[in-house]
């Protein structure tokens, strides 16, 4: 196998792959994630936070031809910034799905990247999912190749560096480069792929999302330019000054084509049910079973110890970013059952209960637990004030695909977001369109009814 093999593979795939080499079982998953990923945005859209409206001001400020919508509130702009202001609002709630082994938020570029593209060209659900699948596969496998703690280690945000290349993919397909083209592609890709971790000391949340927001406008970008000819990198994964060597200390090109076309990533997205940083889950749901089992309220708690693999506990211990903090978000849940946008959008509120709850909440660095990131199984101790405790386990968070959300469970976190921004009846519309969006032969029919 030559170097070279894993640029040529690639992008043989992208731009190879159509419709019916889909199993049935990852075409479902698709639309799973589709529903998910618009229900996200469509809360994010909501005039009520503060990105959503600089965003649509930026575009209108810009200008440009009108083809693609930003959903909520429905103004059509240029396909390049429709990506950038719904991938940004993907990521916004922070309660769209993610792909635990790559650490990447990858619907949240990529369902922007795709709707975006399909609507501006005229095409329908069967492309849109087709693509959704290849971009999934892409940039799960550029994150695992870059290696996730080694992007991390350098500041790096997984998500965002490899959200470019799987917006690069998706868009290629959608567009029909050819192969010389997309390998150009992915070369602009590399050019622009970006995204740093010093969002976590931006406390307006605006900085956070927006890397989402430029990996998908990026890669529509990248895609748009080696369609007209426009020169790039020829072998940005192998060649000479390549990604790996800029991003990683351990490269690990091979799992780029690891079992490429037959394993699809988008079958081990994992759905989020709470509005926090995903590594926070699998202890929201320990403490909530405590919780429910034992038949106890906030008032009866004494402390909470929340015990995270050792590696990886720093990121949630007392992290600026409401989000990621496991002393702010564990007694939200513990007093309203609950973690929704407002939570973590909106001034941290102040709560008498909830701010001595965070005082007596710990998070223990476990180096029995893990591997961190691979795994992030999380054990939660409630000791209560009558001097009980109890504590429970969990490997896998609700939504996993190990510990999988049903279809009713689903479309209920669905209406739950959309309620408020839009009327009942669009929304049972949307889950309808969406269900047989493969049917649909012109995206514009789903993007119509996304809007207020």
Known sequence: MTRRLHIDRLSEYVVTTQFEDIPRSVVEQGKVILLDTLGAIIRAASDRYSAGRMLLQFVKDLGGKKESTIIGPGYKTSAVNAALVNGTMGYYCDIESHHAESITHVAAVLVPTVLALTESNGLGGKELLTSLVVGYDVETRVSTALG?????????????????????????????LSSDQQKMAFGLAGCQACGL?????????????FQMGIAARNGVTAALLAKKGFGGPPDIFDGRYGIFGAFTDNPQPEKLIEDLGKRFTISEATIKLYSCCAFLHPGADALLSILSKNNLDHADINEIHLHFPKSGAAVIDNNELKSHNAQYILPILAVNREVNIDDILHERRSDREIDRLSKNTHVVYDEELGPFPEKYSSVVVVGTRDGKRYSEKVEYAKGHPKNPVTRKELETKF??????????????????KVGQIEDVSNVSELTRLVCK
Not at 150 to 176: D, E, I, K, Q
Not at 197 to 209: G, I
């Open 197 to 209: 971790m010093a969002w976590e000391t931006d406390h307006t949340e605006n900085s956070r999302p």
């Open 148 to 176: 996730p703690s080694a992007l991390y280690a350098r500041g790096f945000h997984p998500s965002a560096v490899a959200g470019c290349f799987g917006a690069t993919a998706a868009a290629g397909n959608l567009l029909r």
């Open 415 to 432: 209406r739950r977001l959309a309620s408020g921004e839009l009327s009942e009846k669009r929304i049972e519309d949307i889950i309808r």
